[in-house]
C-alpha cells in the first residue's frame, strides 16, 4: 500500500530544464511576436482612415475607430510584453505534440489531401479564385447604396402638409381626425400632434404643416407578421385626405435633416431663382418629371405663393373728403384686428400684457371687416369701406432664402428602394426633360442625397490610402516586397466574401458598410502574416536539411516544405480566424435599437473572413510555392526571410 501511494506522488524527473523551457518560449515568442505585433500595427493603421469621415459619418464611426485604435496599440504592446510572460508561467510540464490533438489530426486529416490538390492542379485553382473575384463586380454595382442604414428609431413621425391658406380651425379639425385615424390602428401606443410652429426661433413651420409624433408598442404586441413598414403603409392608406400630402419620417432623424440641409423629407430638389412665381411654376415641373419614378413616394411642392393676405388699401382722395389721415386708419385697423395694449397685469415674477380688439364675431369676414367705424371730427361714424378698398390676395406664405437667392423645394421620400438608384434615375428623367430652368434658375439635390454624395466621395480616395497603408506596414514587416504582396493578395479576395454576404442578406452599399471592408481588410492580412511566418520557417527547415542551392534542393522538396508548413500549423490559423468569427457571428441574431446599423458593418466582415482564411488555407501556400520555384530557377537559391526560429 505504501508503495503504491509513493508512486502515486513520486515526482517524476523533469523532461527538460527550466532553462531550456524558456529558451523554446523565448525562440517561439520572437518567432511570432514580430508577425503578430506588424499585423496588429496593419489593423490599426488600416482603420485610421475613418477619422477622416466627416459630418453624420464622422459623428457615427469616430467613436468606433477610437475605440478600436486604443484596444489594439494596447494589444500590440501585450503581445510583445506580456504575453511571452503569461506563457513562461502557464506552460509547464510534459506538451503533446500538434499531432496528438484530436481536432488538430483531424482537420489535417481533411486539410491535407485537399492542399495536394490544389497544389497539383494549379492553373484551376487560380483560374476558380480569379473567376470568383471577377463575378463581385457586377454584384457590386447591382446593389443599391444609401448614405447610412436607417435607424429604427421605434416611432413614427407623421408630417402632412395642406394647404398654405388653411384657417386655424380647419388645421385643427384635420389634425383631430388624423389622430383618431392613427389610433385606431392596434400598434399605436400614444398619439401627439402639433399644427404649426412651436414658441421657438428654431422652428418656423407654417400653420399648414402638421407634425405627429406616433410611439409604437412593443413589437412583442403587433400583429403577427406585421413590420415598421406595414405599419406605415396602412397609415397611409387610411389618412388620404383630399388636399393634404402625407409625409413618414422619424422624429431623430427629421430634425437631423432639416438642421443640417433644411430639407424635412429623404431628399429635396432645391430650385434657386429670383422671382417666387416663377420657382412656383419650375418647382411644379420638377415634380411633374420626378412623378412615377419607381422609390418616390410622399411627393410634394414646397409652397412659395398661395398664402392668402389681407389687404387694406387707403383711398387718400376719400381720406380728404371725411378729414381723416392715414394714420387714423392704421391706428384704428390696428386696434381692431390686431389688438392695442391698455395696460398690464402683474403675476407674481410675470407681467403680462392687456390688449383689447373686436370679438371673433366682428372680425372673422371681409364683409364685417369693410363694417368696421372710423372716428372723424366732421362726419363721426365713417365705415372702413368709404375709406379704403379691403380684399384678399395672394402671397408667398414663406419666404426662404440660401446663399442670396430665393429658393423653392421639391420634397420627396425614398421608400421601398435604395436611396442612390432612386435618385439617379430622378436626374436621369430631369436631364431628358425639355425647358425645364429658364435663365437664371438652377437645381440642386440635398438631403439625405448631399451626405450620400460626401461619403462616397471621401470614401474613393480613403480605400486606396488604407491599401498603400497596409502594403508599405508589410513590407516593414517583412523586408521583402515580393512577402507584402503576398500577403496583400488576401485583400480582394476577403472582398469575395463580404460581397456575396451583403448581396444575399439584401444590404446596400452605405457608409456602414464601407467602414466594415476597411476593418475586414486589416483582419484578413493579419491572417495572411501568420500563413507566410509559418511557411518561411518551413523553407528555413528545409535549408537547413539540404543546403541552400537548387543542386540539393528539388521541386519536390519544396512542395513537401509548404505541404509541411501549411498543415502542421494549422490550428494557429484556424484560431486567428475563428475568434473573429465568433466576436462578429452573434450580432446577426441581435435586436433592438442600432442593430440596423451594426449589420451593415459586420456582414462583411464575417463573409470576407471566410473567403480571405479559404484563400489563404489554399490559394497562398500555392503562391508561395510559385515564387520559390521561380527564385530557385532564376537565382539557383531560395530567399529566407528570417522568422527567429
Same mark, same amino acid.
Given at each position: 500500500?505504501?508503495?503504491?501511494?509513493?508512486?502515486?506522488?513520486?515526482?517524476?524527473?523533469?523532461?527538460?530544464?527550466?532553462?531550456? +523551457?524558456?529558451?523554446?518560449?523565448?525562440?517561439?515568442?520572437?518567432?511570432?511576436?514580430?508577425?503578430? /505585433?506588424?499585423?496588429?500595427?496593419?489593423?490599426?493603421?488600416?482603420?485610421?482612415?475613418?477619422?477622416?469621415?466627416?459630418?453624420?459619418?464622422?459623428?457615427?464611426?469616430?467613436?468606433?475607430?477610437?475605440?478600436?485604435? $486604443?484596444?489594439?496599440?494596447?494589444?500590440?504592446?501585450?503581445?510583445?510584453?506580456?504575453?511571452?510572460?503569461?506563457?513562461?508561467?502557464?506552460?509547464?510540464?510534459?506538451?503533446?505534440?500538434?499531432?496528438?490533438?484530436?481536432?488538430?489530426?483531424?482537420?489535417?486529416?481533411?486539410?491535407? @489531401?485537399?492542399?495536394?490538390?490544389?497544389?497539383?492542379?494549379?492553373?484551376?485553382?487560380?483560374?476558380?479564385?480569379?473567376?470568383?473575384?471577377?463575378?463581385?463586380?457586377?454584384?457590386?454595382?447591382?446593389?443599391?447604396?444609401?448614405?447610412? @442604414?436607417?435607424?429604427?428609431?421605434?416611432?413614427?413621425?407623421?408630417?402632412?402638409?395642406?394647404?398654405?391658406?388653411?384657417?386655424?380651425?380647419?388645421?385643427?379639425?384635420?389634425?383631430?381626425?388624423?389622430?383618431?385615424?392613427?389610433?385606431?390602428?392596434?400598434?399605436?401606443?400614444?398619439?401627439?400632434?402639433?399644427?404649426?410652429?412651436?414658441?421657438?426661433?428654431?422652428?418656423?413651420?407654417?400653420?399648414?404643416?402638421?407634425?405627429?409624433?406616433?410611439?409604437?408598442?412593443?413589437?412583442?404586441?403587433?400583429?403577427?407578421?406585421?413590420?415598421?413598414?406595414?405599419?406605415?403603409?396602412?397609415?397611409?392608406?387610411?389618412?388620404?385626405?383630399?388636399?393634404?400630402?402625407?409625409?413618414?419620417?422619424?422624429?431623430?432623424?427629421?430634425?437631423?435633416?432639416?438642421?443640417?440641409?433644411?430639407?424635412?423629407?429623404?431628399?429635396?430638389?432645391?430650385?434657386?431663382?429670383?422671382?417666387?412665381?416663377?420657382?412656383?411654376?419650375?418647382?411644379?415641373?420638377?415634380?411633374?418629371?420626378?412623378?412615377?419614378?419607381?422609390?418616390?413616394?410622399?411627393?410634394?411642392?414646397? @409652397?412659395?405663393?398661395?398664402?392668402?393676405?389681407?389687404?387694406?388699401?387707403?383711398?387718400?382722395?376719400?381720406?380728404?373728403?371725411?378729414?381723416?389721415?392715414?394714420?387714423?386708419?392704421?391706428?384704428?385697423?390696428?386696434?381692431?384686428?390686431?389688438?392695442?395694449?391698455?395696460?398690464?397685469?402683474?403675476?407674481?415674477?410675470?407681467?403680462?400684457?392687456?390688449?383689447?380688439?373686436?370679438?371673433?364675431?366682428?372680425?372673422?369676414?371681409?364683409?364685417?371687416?369693410?363694417?368696421? @367705424?372710423?372716428?372723424?371730427?366732421?362726419?363721426?361714424?365713417?365705415?372702413?369701406?368709404?375709406?379704403?378698398?379691403?380684399?384678399?390676395?395672394?402671397?408667398?406664405?414663406?419666404?426662404?432664402?440660401?446663399?442670396?437667392?430665393?429658393?423653392?423645394?421639391?420634397?420627396?421620400?425614398?421608400?421601398?428602394?435604395?436611396?442612390?438608384?432612386?435618385?439617379?434615375?430622378?436626374?436621369?428623367?430631369?436631364?431628358?426633360?425639355?425647358?425645364?430652368?429658364?435663365?437664371?434658375?438652377?437645381?440642386?439635390?440635398?438631403?439625405?442625397?448631399?451626405?450620400?454624395? +460626401?461619403?462616397?466621395?471621401?470614401?474613393?480616395?480613403?480605400?486606396?490610402?488604407?491599401?498603400?497603408?497596409?502594403?508599405?506596414?508589410?513590407?516593414?514587416?517583412?523586408?521583402?516586397?515580393?512577402?507584402? /504582396?503576398?500577403?496583400?493578395?488576401?485583400?480582394?479576395?476577403?472582398?469575395?466574401?463580404?460581397?456575396?454576404?451583403?448581396?444575399?442578406?439584401?444590404?446596400?452599399?452605405?457608409?456602414?458598410?464601407?467602414?466594415?471592408?476597411?476593418?475586414?481588410?486589416?483582419?484578413?492580412?493579419?491572417?495572411?502574416?501568420?500563413?507566410?511566418?509559418?511557411?518561411?520557417?518551413?523553407?528555413?527547415?528545409?535549408?537547413?536539411?539540404?543546403?541552400?542551392?537548387?543542386?540539393?534542393?528539388?521541386?519536390?522538396?519544396?512542395?513537401?516544405?509548404?505541404?509541411?508548413?501549411?498543415?502542421?500549423?494549422?490550428?494557429?490559423?484556424?484560431?486567428?480566424?475563428?475568434?473573429?468569427? /465568433?466576436?462578429?457571428?452573434?450580432?446577426?441574431?441581435?435586436?433592438?435599437?442600432?442593430?440596423?446599423?451594426?449589420?451593415?458593418?459586420?456582414?462583411?466582415?464575417?463573409?470576407?473572413?471566410?473567403?480571405?482564411?479559404?484563400?489563404?488555407?489554399?490559394?497562398?501556400?500555392?503562391? $508561395?510555392?510559385?515564387?520559390?520555384?521561380?527564385?530557385?530557377?532564376?537565382?539557383?537559391?531560395?530567399?529566407?526571410?528570417?522568422?527567429?526560429?
Amino acid at each position: 500500500m505504501m508503495n503504491w501511494l509513493k508512486n502515486i506522488f513520486k515526482k517524476s524527473p523533469n523532461w527538460i530544464s527550466e532553462e531550456e +523551457r524558456l529558451k523554446v518560449i523565448e525562440q517561439s515568442s520572437k518567432q511570432v511576436s514580430r508577425g503578430v /505585433f506588424f499585423a496588429t500595427i496593419i489593423i490599426i493603421t488600416s482603420f485610421l482612415p475613418v477619422f477622416m469621415l466627416t459630418g453624420q459619418e464622422g459623428k457615427l464611426f469616430h467613436p468606433l475607430a477610437y475605440t478600436k485604435t $486604443f484596444i489594439m496599440i494596447m494589444d500590440a504592446l501585450l503581445v510583445i510584453t506580456l504575453a511571452p510572460v503569461l506563457i513562461s508561467f502557464f506552460m509547464k510540464g510534459k506538451f503533446r505534440t500538434d499531432h496528438a490533438n484530436p481536432i488538430n489530426r483531424a482537420l489535417e486529416r481533411v486539410y491535407e @489531401p485537399i492542399i495536394k490538390g490544389v497544389l497539383k492542379w494549379r492553373k484551376t485553382t487560380i483560374a476558380i479564385n480569379i473567376l470568383a473575384l471577377v463575378i463581385t463586380i457586377p454584384l457590386l454595382k447591382s446593389l443599391g447604396s444609401e448614405f447610412m @442604414p436607417p435607424l429604427d428609431e421605434q416611432s413614427i413621425l407623421f408630417m402632412p402638409v395642406t394647404l398654405p391658406d388653411v384657417s386655424n380651425t380647419e388645421a385643427k379639425r384635420i389634425l383631430q381626425v388624423q389622430d383618431k385615424i392613427i389610433k385606431s390602428v392596434p400598434e399605436v401606443d400614444k398619439v401627439l400632434g402639433k399644427a404649426g410652429r412651436a414658441n421657438t426661433a428654431t422652428d418656423n413651420s407654417p400653420i399648414s404643416m402638421i407634425e405627429t409624433i406616433i410611439m409604437l408598442k412593443p413589437k412583442s404586441q403587433w400583429r403577427e407578421g406585421k413590420t415598421k413598414k406595414d405599419i406605415i403603409n396602412e397609415l397611409d392608406a387610411k389618412l388620404q385626405i383630399p388636399g393634404v400630402v402625407n409625409g413618414w419620417t422619424q422624429p431623430i432623424i427629421n430634425r437631423i435633416n432639416m438642421l443640417a440641409t433644411g430639407i424635412r423629407t429623404d431628399v429635396g430638389v432645391k430650385v434657386y431663382g429670383q422671382n417666387l412665381d416663377t420657382i412656383a411654376s419650375v418647382s411644379e415641373r420638377v415634380r411633374k418629371a420626378l412623378e412615377g419614378t419607381p422609390g418616390i413616394a410622399d411627393l410634394y411642392v414646397e @409652397p412659395v405663393t398661395g398664402g392668402k393676405y389681407l389687404d387694406i388699401e387707403v383711398r387718400r382722395q376719400d381720406l380728404g373728403r371725411y378729414g381723416l389721415s392715414v394714420d387714423d386708419v392704421n391706428q384704428t385697423v390696428e386696434t381692431a384686428l390686431g389688438g392695442a395694449p391698455i395696460g398690464n397685469t402683474i403675476e407674481g415674477r410675470q407681467r403680462f400684457s392687456i390688449s383689447v380688439r373686436l370679438a371673433q364675431d366682428y372680425r372673422n369676414s371681409v364683409e364685417h371687416i369693410k363694417r368696421i @367705424p372710423i372716428m372723424s371730427a366732421s362726419f363721426g361714424e365713417v365705415p372702413l369701406s368709404s375709406v379704403a378698398d379691403v380684399k384678399f390676395v395672394d402671397g408667398p406664405p414663406m419666404i426662404t432664402s440660401e446663399n442670396a437667392m430665393l429658393r423653392g423645394a421639391v420634397l420627396f421620400n425614398v421608400r421601398g428602394r435604395d436611396l442612390g438608384g432612386t435618385v439617379s434615375e430622378a436626374i436621369d428623367k430631369m436631364s431628358k426633360s425639355n425647358d425645364l430652368l429658364p435663365q437664371g434658375y438652377y437645381l440642386e439635390w440635398s438631403g439625405q442625397y448631399e451626405n450620400l454624395i +460626401r461619403g462616397q466621395q471621401t470614401l474613393m480616395w480613403i480605400a486606396p490610402v488604407v491599401l498603400v497603408i497596409i502594403f508599405f506596414s508589410l513590407y516593414f514587416a517583412f523586408h521583402s516586397i515580393r512577402e507584402a /504582396f503576398l500577403s496583400l493578395i488576401t485583400v480582394p479576395f476577403a472582398l469575395i466574401g463580404g460581397a456575396y454576404m451583403i448581396y444575399f442578406w439584401g444590404v446596400n452599399l452605405s457608409v456602414a458598410v464601407a467602414v466594415g471592408f476597411i476593418a475586414l481588410f486589416g483582419i484578413a492580412v493579419e491572417t495572411g502574416i501568420v500563413m507566410v511566418i509559418y511557411l518561411n520557417d518551413a523553407m528555413q527547415q528545409l535549408v537547413k536539411e539540404k543546403g541552400n542551392s537548387s543542386a540539393t534542393i528539388t521541386k519536390e522538396d519544396l512542395r513537401k516544405a509548404v505541404i509541411y508548413g501549411a498543415a502542421k500549423r494549422l490550428r494557429p490559423k484556424l484560431m486567428t480566424v475563428c475568434v473573429s468569427l /465568433f466576436g462578429l457571428v452573434p450580432v446577426l441574431w441581435a435586436s433592438g435599437v442600432g442593430t440596423d446599423v451594426m449589420k451593415p458593418i459586420v456582414l462583411p466582415m464575417i463573409g470576407g473572413v471566410l473567403t480571405s482564411s479559404t484563400h489563404i488555407l489554399l490559394v497562398t501556400p500555392l503562391i $508561395f510555392l510559385l515564387t520559390k520555384e521561380y527564385e530557385l530557377r532564376k537565382y539557383g537559391k531560395l530567399e529566407i526571410h528570417e522568422t527567429h526560429h
